[in-house]
T-cell receptor, first 119, second 109 residues
Framework: GAVVSQHPSRVICKSGTSVKIECRSL??????MFWYRQFPKQSLMLMATSNEGSKATYEQGVEKDKFLINHASLTLSTLTVTSAHPEDSSFYIC???????????????FGSGTQLSVL | EDQVTQSPEALRLQEGESSSLNCSYT??????LFWYRQDPGKGPEFLFTLYSAGEEKEKERLKATLTKKESFLHITAPKPEDSATYLC??????????FGKGTRLSVIA
């Protein structure tokens, strides 16, 4: 099965700074990756779909200029939280769909998550 | 709009005390229902996919079942290491997975 590596696992930053989170697919090439956000005791909410070599697709209500996604290679997607504020504090998780990739995203493999705390 | 409701929010069991977690869903054409396990501060770990009513899948002390309106995750003789949050998610059409809020299970030795 796929192994997804996410880094860093925890970050604390000052308000107004930018934070980059990396997500790597270690076992196979991933043309698509997903970024989720999870608040305490809440559901995982899909933020955006990262597409290799093209623009990310953002879910309704997610500011694309604030959450910059880059999927420059088949194994790496990054999420940059720009000008972070305390309300951006959350648990961010990336995921990679299992192979073979079809329209049906069966069996997502998740990274270990990044806990972002903005002071 | 697809919806997933999990109950109870939290469940505390004694070791060996079997129980079930519920996932009720509303979708326009279910393609799959998923169960994941999530440990604190970690990403979810895949457990099962169920595709149609009547389907059952088992893994160690866990068994997942599916009807047209809900899914159950049965835990038989749980152990403390089964303590985690169990997430249910559904997919319809080509839309992204919709997750429930999860059930936080604590198994006490």
């Amino acid at each position: 099965g796929a192994v997804v590596s996410q880094h860093p696992s925890r970050v604390i930053c000052k308000s107004g700074t930018s934070v980059k989170i990396e997500c790597r697919s270690l076992d196979f090439q991933a043309t698509t990756m997903f970024w989720y956000r999870q608040f305490p005791k809440q559901s995982l909410m899909l933020m955006a779909t990262s597409n290799e070599g093209s623009k990310a697709t953002y879910e309704q209500g997610v500011e694309k200029d604030k959450f910059l996604i880059n999927h420059a290679s088949l194994t790496l997607s990054t999420l940059t939280v720009t000008s972070a504020h305390p309300e951006d504090s959350s648990f961010y998780i990336c995921s990679v769909p299992g192979q073979p990739i079809t329209d049906f995203n069966e069996k997502l493999f998740f990274g270990s998550g990044t806990q972002l705390s903005v002071l | 709009e697809d919806q997933v409701t999990q109950s109870p929010e939290a469940l505390r069991l004694q070791e060996g005390e079997s129980s079930s977690l519920n996932c009720s869903y509303t979708v326009s054409g279910l393609r799959g229902l998923f169960w994941y396990r999530q440990d604190p501060g970690k990403g979810p770990e895949f457990l099962f996919t169920l595709y149609s009513a009547g389907e059952e899948k088992e893994k160690e002390r866990l068994k997942a079942t599916l009807t047209k309106k809900e899914s159950f995750l049965h835990i038989t003789a749980p152990k403390p290491e089964d303590s985690a949050t169990y997430l249910c998610a559904v997919q319809s059409g080509n839309t992204p997975l919709v997750f429930g809020k999860g059930t936080r299970l604590s198994v006490i030795a």
